[in-house]
């Protein structure tokens, strides 16, 4: 609008342009992280480093138990989720389809477990494959002195994670909520990374079975 001698008055124009409105700006979707529903390859059996490690090579292919209901939790988080993904390896799909339903969803591969290379303990020492067992040994061992074979290195884990992260977290800044049906230990390891960059956990459950972690932001970057 201009004033008698032909300047502008300074009032807004109808895109709101001068005005003194406040901005909004939308934070973030949620970055729910799901381990995989029960396994069906038995875990009672006492193994020693090799038995372990063919063990586990079965694990990586095996699918879901049957029989198994999702946490009601779950439903609601999908049925939210802009956005769904599942690792590549069969108990990963299975529990997405299991939670999903007819929803699709994208499996990939940056997604899979971290690698459990067992040390090689004398073979009179036995464990179970269990978390507490080998698990933990495998873990630990992997973790701390980066001995890995032929598998991931913790450096490659590691940056995969973030890779991870930062595609997640970017999926989220598009609006809506980002659902992951994975695995327990690189979970955590993706949930180190987005801690970093300002998520905030609000909903803790461990490493059990259809257990759950969610990440959210009260703004945007």
Same mark, same amino acid.
């Given at each position: ?12 124009? %109808? $895109? ?24 069906? @390859? ?36 999908? !049925? ?9 390896? !069969?108990? #990963?799909?299975?529990?997405?389809? %299991?939670?999903?339903? $007819? !929803? ?11 690698? @459990? ?9 036995? @464990? ?9 040994? #495998? ?23 973030? $890779? ?17 049906l994975a695995h327990g230990y690189f979970?955590?390891?993706? #949930? ?30």
């Amino acid at each position: 609008m201009q004033d008698k001698g032909g300047k502008d008055s300074g009032a807004g124009d %109808a $895109k709101g342009h001068g005005t003194d409105m406040p901005v909004v700006i939308a934070a973030p979707g949620a970055i729910t992280l799901v381990r995989h529903g029960e396994p069906a @390859l038995s875990r009672r059996a006492l193994l020693d480093w090799e038995g372990y490690r063919d063990w586990w090579a079965r694990y990586e292919e095996s699918g879901l138990l049957e029989g198994q209901t999702p946490p009601h939790i779950l439903d609601g988080y999908a !049925r939210d989720a802009r956005y769904i993904y599942s690792s590549t390896l !069969r108990r #990963s799909i299975e529990t997405a389809q %299991a939670i999903c339903g $007819k !929803r699709p969803f994208e499996s990939l591969e940056m997604l899979v477990e971290a690698p @459990l290379p067992p040390p090689r303990l004398p073979r009179w020492i036995k @464990l179970s494959p269990k978390s507490w067992g080998w698990g933990t040994v #495998s873990r630990l061992w992997w973790w701390y002195t980066d001995t890995h074979g032929a598998w991931e290195t913790r450096k490659q884990a590691v940056a995969r994670a973030k $890779k991870a992260a930062d595609f997640l977290m970017d999926k989220a800044r598009e609006g809506g909520d980002v659902l992951v049906l994975a695995h327990g230990y690189f979970n955590l390891m993706i #949930s180190l990374e987005l801690k970093k960059m300002g998520y905030i956990k609000t909903v803790e459950q461990g490493f059990k079975y259809w257990g759950c972690r969610r990440y959210e932001k009260t703004t945007k970057d």
